[in-house]
């Protein structure tokens, strides 16, 4: 956030240091569980090595749940996170959205490997363990 008025100077500086790879604090750039791989850095999702294209708010979501893959979301941490702190009641959005994932993310939608539901509380990316962190 940058307040007017403001110098180019100061903006390009800014930009720089936000790009910058320190700007991760070290976090790895790759996000990866079984067959499913975010490139957080190039904004690129695989499955199996094939990459895979997912509209705005499909990455987002995607990208909460592989950043906590192994934890259980809840509906309001997705809502927030993704669509802000007014939808954070708006559970059907969830589901559409989930349900578009696993089309593309999943071999069997109907039978979620990796996007499973944890019912009346949220969503989670199950890790080959059932738990556990991400690689």
């Known amino acids: 956030y940058v307040t007017k008025p403001f110098s180019s100077r100061e903006l390009l500086a800014r930009i720089r240091v936000w790009l910058s790879p320190a700007a991760t604090n070290g976090a790895s750039s790759l996000l990866e569980v079984g067959d499913l791989r975010l490139d957080l850095a190039r904004r690129l999702v695989f499955v199996a090595?094939?990459?895979v294209h997912l509209m705005r708010t499909q990455y987002k979501l995607f990208?909460?749940?592989m950043r906590n893959a192994g934890?259980?979301?809840t509906h309001r941490q997705l809502l927030q996170a993704v669509w802000g702190k007014a939808y954070a009641l708006e559970t059907q959005y969830l589901r559409v959205y989930t349900n578009q994932l696993r089309q593309k993310l999943e071999r069997d939608p109907s039978r979620p490997r990796?996007?499973?539901t944890e019912?009346?509380?949220?969503y989670r990316i199950r890790t080959a363990e059932g738990g556990g962190d991400a690689r």
Do not use: Q, R
Not at 119 to 122: H, R, S
């Open 114 to 116: 990796y996007l499973v």
């Open 119 to 122: 019912n009346g509380v949220g």
């Open 71 to 73: 934890k259980v979301v």
């Open 63 to 65: 990208e909460v749940l």
């Open 49 to 51: 090595g094939v990459e």
